[in-house]
């Protein structure tokens, strides 16, 4: 009995096959790639909040406290800019405790006192300055928080909200 020679090729449950592993794989590579872009994003902002808790410090080496705020996000973030950044009221001697760098920095209009400081992720740092006899410190000594929603959507709500734990804080 003489058996027919199959003609050269792959059939098609062998390309489906083939095109469902490629598929699989890429999706593998595109969740991994974001997710490591994100820890960038995340590592970068703990940088800058360093960088900016440091500036601060100098700022109050320099003027004896912090810069007062009570305002949050692009508000607060624009006392941090005035006081680290541009020679005005709030920092007379126009020293610059902090060189912005590409990324960090927003302007809303192009004009100076719209400039305020942006997270990795595009939404503006958080800055609150508590004087030493605010009802929360009587300590005498004046401190500020810093921190960045570490691309966390939403607010912290009475200790309830889980993302709280990605929050990128000086404290």
Known sequence: ???KKR???FTLIELLVVIAIIAILAALVLS???MIQKQGARARAKAEVEALSTALESYKTEYGDYPESAALGSAGSTVLYNALVLSNS?????KVFFEPTKGILFNSNYSSS???FVDPFGV???YRYYSGTNGTNNSGVGFFDLWSYGGATGTKTNNTSTNWDFWIKNW
Do not use: F, I, Q
């Open 7 to 9: 003609p050269g090729g």
């Open 32 to 34: 991994t790639a974001g």
């Open 90 to 94: 709030t920092n007379p001697l126009g």
């Open 1 to 3: 009995m003489l058996r």
């Open 114 to 116: 719209a400039n305020y």
């Open 124 to 126: 503006s740092y958080n």
